[in-house]
């Protein structure tokens, strides 16, 4: 009878199930309803916040806001780079930390510090969006959004007293609004001097903490202490306006700003060689400065003269005495055809004592390649006089020494000073016939240039121009025009002016700086950006 039964209940489950699906199948089949209607499709626009908010959980800034950029490309790079970075950065956190531990651990009778792990994972930071600021300063404001829900592993082992204790960091959360500073902007590399970095609000902060294995967070009423405290520790030390400010290059010599005069007296020349068939020759000396874009000075040409006596002064804005060298050419001068140059030799401002005068009687030679034979030839000596005066360090109010602004030296008269002139920029500027742009500074009759920029509406320049005064300039204007030369021979307008501004700089030396962008006259919408700075003399 057991095994008749253990039979029949088979075939019964058997039956039934099929009988089951047989007739499920026949509901599904006959029964679905006629009504069914086609879901309604409808666009974002049309749909409420709530709604939205359901569909998308986390929008990215870059479609919140439209003043931010989307970074993709920077995600990508940085995901690539993420395991040369963690390894970069952990070694850099642990020699930044030991000096600052070693410092530390006196004070709370602690034995050592050590990291026994530090990896910040397999998970690199997300920048969901970056908004980029344009000003007038030479500067670069970056506010990127940072998210990092990482994987780390810093476990830091403390002994003390004969006793050992692990702490272990683990699953990081961290959100954050920087606003990434890069100023002054500087043509030496990384381009940039100073990076300055603030938080735009509360940073949010989650992780995990172990101790001896055990989880502190798991705590009642510990993890919310630890989050809100680090919260307001953080935002105490670098909230806006309050800075973490990290020094990349020295201001002073990156922005290659003037840091003391160069006084030349040329005083005469000796037993120079003849260059004219008549057995005379025409001497005059070009006077620069290396590593400079300011033109040569010259004295006067003295004829049919081959010990010729000058006595003129010159002076030389200096910008890196360690690097910078006097550069001395004697030249011959024809009426028709090229000057040939007699000789020449150069002094490196280093030697030079600052604040001392010194008499030097130099030999002339054709080039500074100590190997040429023809160096050995009597080309005959000049003679100069040369007095380095270094930009004094006195009183100044910060503004100014964090604008650059620099000190005139000793033996300026009074009332005089050190003007400097920085142009920009220029932005919508057009010609009728060719748009080659440059800009052409006219100053108590002395003209200065800059370089020639090609084809281009909205040129950038970033060039100084230096003005060593006797007086103020209250009652001085400042013309620039912006010119515009054809690259190609034979135009019937190779040249034509885009615009021109005068400058009144009483409003400079009052104000010891401005930075504006003039509109031009005789130009449509042409501006030009130029920077001013007066320092007077102490």
């Given amino acids: 009878m057991g095994f008749v039964s253990t039979i029949m209940g088979f075939c019964g489950f058997g039956f ?7 007739i499920g199948y026949y509901l599904f089949i006959y029964f679905q309803p006629c009504d069914v209607k086609d879901p309604v499709i409808r666009p ?3 749909r409420d916040t709530k709604s939205l908010q359901q569909l998308l959980s986390e929008i990215p800034l870059w479609v919140k806001c439209p003043d931010y950029d989307r970074v993709d490309w920077l995600n990508k790079f940085i995901e ?4 040369y970075l963690d390894k970069a950065i952990c070694r850099t956190a642990k020699d930044i930390a030991a ?3 070693a410092e530390q651990i006196p004070k709370y009778k602690i034995d050592s510090v050590e990291f026994e792990t530090l990896t910040l994972g397999s998970l690199p930071p997300t920048f969901q969006g970056m908004k980029v600021y344009v000003t007038d300063e030479k500067e670069l404001i970056m506010e990127p959004s940072v998210k990092w829900a990482g994987n780390p592993n810093v476990t830091v082992a403390v002994k003390a007293f004969g006793l050992k204790a692990t702490v272990q960091v683990v699953d990081l959360q961290v959100f954050a609004a920087p606003r990434i500073t890069l100023k002054p902007l500087v043509p030496s590399f990384p381009c940039f001097a100073t990076i300055f970095v603030s938080l735009m609000e509360k940073p949010h902060v989650d992780f995990g903490l172990k101790l001896l294995g055990a989880d502190l967070m798991s705590i009642p009423g510990l993890y919310r202490f ?5 919260k307001d520790q953080v935002a105490n030390m670098y909230l806006w306006p309050k800075t973490l400010e990290v020094q990349i290059l020295d201001p002073s010599k990156a922005m290659k700003k003037p840091v003391g005069i160069l006084h030349v007296k040329i005083l005469r020349a000796m037993k120079l060689r003849k260059k004219d068939i008549m057995g005379a020759s025409d001497p005059y000396v070009k006077v620069k400065l290396t590593e400079s874009k300011l033109p040569s000075k010259k004295t006067k040409v003295k004829h049919k003269n081959l010990n010729p006596e000058w006595d003129e002064e010159f002076n030389m804005v200096v910008k890196d005495p360690e690097s910078q060298a006097l550069e001395l050419s004697v030249y011959d001068w024809e009426q028709i055809g090229k000057h040939d140059r007699m000789g020449m030799n150069v002094i490196p401002l280093k030697d030079l004592t600052p604040d001392e005068s010194k008499t030097l009687t130099l030999d002339l030679l054709k080039n500074m390649d100590s190997n040429d034979a023809q160096n050995d030839k009597d080309r005959g000596q000049i003679m100069v006089e040369l007095t380095y005066k270094p930009f004094k360090e006195d009183d100044l109010p910060k503004e100014f020494e964090e604008s650059d602004a620099h000190k005139v030296p ?7 000073g050190l003007l400097m002139i920085t142009v920009h920029e220029a932005q919508d500027v057009e010609g009728k016939h060719h748009t080659n742009p440059y800009v052409r500074l006219i100053f108590k009759g002395e003209e200065r240039k800059t370089k020639q920029v090609k084809k281009n509406r909205d040129p950038r320049w970033e060039e100084d121009f230096t003005f060593v005064l006797e007086e103020a300039p209250v009652n001085d204007r400042l013309h620039m025009e912006v010119v515009s030369t054809s690259t190609r021979i034979g135009l019937l307008h190779p040249k034509e002016v885009l615009g021109y501004v005068d400058i009144n700089l009483s409003d400079v030396v009052s104000n010891r700086r401005i930075n ?3 509109h031009l006259i ?17």
């Fill in 16 to 22: 039934g199930v099929s009988f089951g699906l047989t």
């Fill in 44 to 46: 974002l626009v049309e």
């Fill in 80 to 83: 690539y780079m993420w395991p």
């Fill in 99 to 101: 000096p600052i531990i």
């Fill in 226 to 230: 630890v989050q809100e405290t680090i």
């Fill in 410 to 416: 000793e033996g300026t008269p009074a009332g005089g």
């Fill in 516 to 518: 504006e962008k003039y």
């Fill in 522 to 538: 005789d130009s449509k919408n042409g501006r030009l950006q130029v920077e001013l700075q007066w320092q007077p003399a102490s």
